[in-house]
């Protein structure tokens, strides 16, 4: 079936009662979409649909006599004023006419608007006066925008022409302020995307670098010259032949990512989500592999808004330089090649670039220049066509490029504007072929929100701040301020991802890549040796932190043997902390940073005991029980209940609570304790913990009781980070849960605190009842897959370290601890992480005789684990 085949197949209808015809032919329009898309270019289907929906709408006009009303306009706009559609965009129709309607036009154009619905065209439409049209767009930018490109689909001309004079005459959007308004309406849409469009679900039409951007150059351009094409623009001098045929491209690359992810959905959807992103790749001919379909796809999705954006930054300026007249009002010559324009880097003549080297120089320029904000658009456009020449081979093969790399890298102001520069405009990419392997690189899960480059990216921005001293994080901006030679960190911090995508350890194929890369720009043996430790070791740090006991002596000595010095230490606290920064902006919160604040001070008082952490772990508690017994006395509480108090527990206890924490524990504890079997103490405590909200459960042991609270609150949208599992020495279980938000956030409200103590409480109490938890697993989950995987460790006689990795699915922890209970095996501890999608949780047991499990008993709980959560 052709097009035209389609529109005759319209006009064959007699009457506009037909429903069930209009229904069937565009039933058929989209099969034709559908059927041509893998044949033909987008271009033809997108102005081919646009076409179709014109005669559509038209035949309809005629059929309800509509053409009779002699006065009346219907006008297309917005995209579809453009000719351009989309399988499922909206159509957006203005109905115009010179004045109010008769109550009998009213109802025709009512019904023509029914009709359209009951077809099941997607249509929003606006019926108004000329006056009333002009009056809104002079007050509304948006609606202004929409009529730039309006277009007469049938009724009357004059009625059309004369809307577009008054649109255009005194007292409307003049070219000057709908730029402005244009280009700060874009600066807050990107915004909402962090200014960045190398997330993991895109959105093809309106993030940053995507066909808004597209769209907006061609808005401003056209509203100024009064023109509807592109063509019309060159022949204006708004862009080059070359930068319009490139616009054109870059269209045409994600309008066929839009059009078949509107085929997948078969709704308006623009987002590229995760659900849909292996369909798609497979419509446009990635292939059926899955992630590595995808990964190509996205690949080249990227590296086409990475164009995009550039041609969207340097046409706008040009525009309000070059056409609006924008006058500088600051100039300062800097060399013979550059000058300050505003605060922007602009050139004085027309070959800056004409060596690799004089790219990297202009770095070293805006490093050393402070002044500088930002590239005005004659640099941004040798620098464009300086990249295609110099194409052939990547700048770190030539030694004049590579010195000065290394003088980029130990300048101190470099890594603010320099750096963004670097990244956004592909000079990274252009001078490491590393690099180049990672950009626009998908990472598949929940975790991670950005693309590889642009994670690490974020990752060097962090370090960059601390140093700047006012980051919030005092310990990381202490560290680097102090270090003799930042720039090692900052090597580091470039490659710690970049073996990413390379089918082995990233950490080993990353340490052996920058090894390569000290020995090639001159570092030396000492240096080379700290940088690709910490490329191999960057998970370390939070590993550990997350996924083990790290009050255990041993586990310190392991981590602190590991790292052998207290600058090895800080490189890595750095490192980690700002790459967990870097990963996902909803992640980072204070339990994490909790975590690797105590592990880092352990680690610290190991090394300066000289691995002695047993010594230190005696330290902390004299020093904890010192403190909460101060605090217990200022409040009243006798020295005698103190101190029995403190002998029904281990030293355990000590170590792994704060003094705060046990003061508040001993306070509510001996305050309503009236030792009875079924007494049970459930308390909260927004204060205690600063990383979250500590739950107390105190009494005598109940069966599947941490399964029960971990079903409850997960039930209510908590998630546990961590659980401490402990009896007193006289037999009362002591459970002590740090709760947070699902969304990683504090629970700061009192209603919602007490909610949840009472559910909790209300739970415990119901002898034998099992808690039913109806919780959903989210929309992006559901496309993950997160094999069940179980390890053993088992450094103690009398217990077994399980850390456990599996899908974080409602009821994870219930499932887990009712299973512990069938298998008669008692819970210790319990360490909670959700990376993303995938929980990572870390649990200490024992069997029934109070000791380590059994070989078999392993294997049975390993095969069981994965039956329950596989």
């Known amino acids: 079936m052709s097009l035209q085949t389609l529109i005759n197949q319209v006009q064959l209808i007699q009457s506009i009662d037909d429903i069930p015809a209009f229904k069937a032919c565009i039933s058929d329009s989209y099969d034709w979409l559908e059927n041509e898309f893998s044949r033909v270019d987008v271009d033809s289907l997108v102005l081919g649909r646009a076409e179709f929906v014109d005669a559509l709408l038209s035949h309809a006009w005629q059929l309800l006599d509509l053409h009779k009303e002699t006065k009346i306009a219907l006008v297309a706009v917005g995209g579809y004023g453009r000719g351009q559609l989309q399988p499922y965009s909206d159509i957006d129709l203005l109905l115009l006419s010179p004045s109010a309607l008769s109550q009998s036009q009213q109802n025709t154009i009512g019904q023509f608007i029914t009709f359209l619905w009951d077809i099941g065209l997607d249509i929003g439409q606006s019926v108004r006066t000329i006056k009333e049209t002009v009056s809104l767009a002079r007050s509304d930018v948006t609606i202004a925008t929409n009529l730039v490109e309006a277009r007469l689909l049938t009724g009357n001309q004059d009625t059309f022409l ?90 045409s690359n994600l309008w066929r990512i839009r059009f078949a992810l509107h085929l997948q959905a078969q709704r308006s959807e623009n987002r590229l989500l995760f659900d849909y992103q292996n369909d798609v ?35 706008l300026q040009r525009f309000g330089h070059d056409v609006l007249h924008i006058k500088v009002k600051n100039r300062v010559i800097i060399n013979p090649s550059f000058e300050i324009a505003d605060g922007l880097l602009a050139t004085r003549h027309d070959n800056v670039f004409n060596e690799p080297e004089d790219i990297l120089q202009s770095l070293l320029l805006i490093a050393d220049t402070p002044q500088i904000e930002g590239l005005h658009s004659s640099v941004l456009s040798q620098l464009r066509l300086a990249r295609r020449k110099f194409h052939s081979q990547y700048y770190c093969e030539n030694s004049r490029c590579r010195a000065l790399f290394i003088e980029l890298m130990q300048h101190p102001n470099f890594f603010g504007l320099g750096w963004d520069i670097m990244h956004k405009h592909g000079i990274l990419q252009s001078y490491l072929p590393q690099w180049d392997h990672i950009v626009g690189m998908m990472q598949f899960d929940l975790f991670h929100a950005y693309t590889v480059d642009e994670h690490t990216h974020r990752l060097v921005k962090n370090v960059y701040q601390y140093s700047q001293g006012n980051s919030g994080f005092p310990r990381c901006s202490r560290i680097v301020r102090n270090l003799d030679k930042p720039e090692l960190l ?3 911090s470039i490659f710690h991802d970049i073996g990413k995508g390379r089918n082995g350890d990233h950490s080993k194929l990353g340490a052996q890549d920058v090894a390569e890369f000290c020995s090639m720009h001159g570092i030396n043996d000492k240096d080379a040796e700290l940088i690709a430790w910490l490329v191999e070791s960057h998970l370390m740090m939070s590993v550990i932190a997350q996924r083990r006991d790290i009050y255990d002596p041993d586990v310190i000595n392991e981590f602190a043997g590991n790292v052998r010095t207290h600058n090895h230490l800080n490189h890595l606290y750095v490192l980690t902390l700002a790459d967990i920064r870097a990963t996902n902006d909803n992640l980072w919160n204070d339990w ?24 230190a772990l005696q330290d902390r508690i004299d020093e904890h029980q010192t403190k909460a017994k101060r605090l217990l006395v200022n409040r009243g509480v006798n020295e005698s209940q103190i101190e029995q108090f403190w002998k029904r527990l281990t030293d355990d206890y000590f170590v792994r609570f704060k003094p ?22 459930v308390e909260a405590n927004e204060h205690t913990a600063k990383s979250g909200t500590e739950l107390l459960v105190y009494g005598k042991d109940k069966i599947n009781l941490f399964a029960q609270v971990a079903s409850v609150l997960d039930s209510r949208n908590c998630s546990i980070h961590d659980a401490q599992i402990m009896k007193t020495n006289d037999g009362y279980v002591f459970d002590s849960f740090i709760v947070l938000e699902q969304s990683g956030d504090r629970i700061d409200s009192t209603s919602r605190l007490t909610s949840l103590k009472e559910a909790v409480t209300n739970q415990l109490n119901k002898p034998g009842e099992e808690h039913q938890n109806r919780r959903k697993m989210s929309r992006q989950m559901k496309q993950l897959d997160v094999p069940t995987k179980v390890r053993f ?11 456990l990795e599996a899908l974080d699915a409602p009821g994870l922890l219930a499932k887990v601890g009712n299973l512990l209970v069938e298998m008669e095996f008692s819970l210790r501890m319990a360490k909670i992480a959700t990376i993303g999608e995938r929980a990572e949780d870390l649990f200490i047991i024992s069997n029934n005789e109070d000791k380590a499990l059994t070989q078999n008993q392993q294997v049975e709980l390993k095969k069981r684990l994965s039956e329950t959560l596989d």
């Open 793 to 803: 460790y088992s450094n103690q006689p009398d217990q077994t370290l399980v850390e």
């Open 490 to 492: 900052y090597i580091a």
């Open 162 to 251: 004369s809307l577009n004079k008054k649109l255009h005459g005194r007292g409307n959007w003049t070219s000057k302020d709908f730029f402005i308004a244009k280009s700060k309406e874009q600066q807050i849409r990107h915004s909402k995307f962090k200014g960045t469009s190398y997330n993991l679900e895109p959105n093809v039409k309106e993030s940053p670098g995507c066909l808004r951007d597209i769209q907006n150059i061609g808005w401003i351009a056209k509203k100024h010259f009064k023109v509807m094409k592109g063509t019309e623009l060159v022949e204006r001098g708004y862009f080059t032949e070359q930068e319009f045929e490139e616009l054109l491209e870059c269209r």
């Open 660 to 681: 705060d924490q046990i003061a508040w524990h001993a306070g509510v504890i001996l305050a309503a304790h009236p030792m009875t079997d079924d007494f049970l103490l």
């Open 281 to 315: 790749a497979s419509r446009l001919g990635y292939g059926d592999d899955g992630k590595a379909s995808v990964e190509r796809m996205m690949k080249s999705f990227f590296r086409t808004v990475r164009r995009i954006s550039e041609l969207n930054e340097m046409l």
């Open 592 to 615: 994490k940073a909790t975590l690797l604040r105590e592990l880092y001070l352990l680690t610290q008082k190991a090394l300066d005991n000289g691995l002695e952490c047993k010594v």
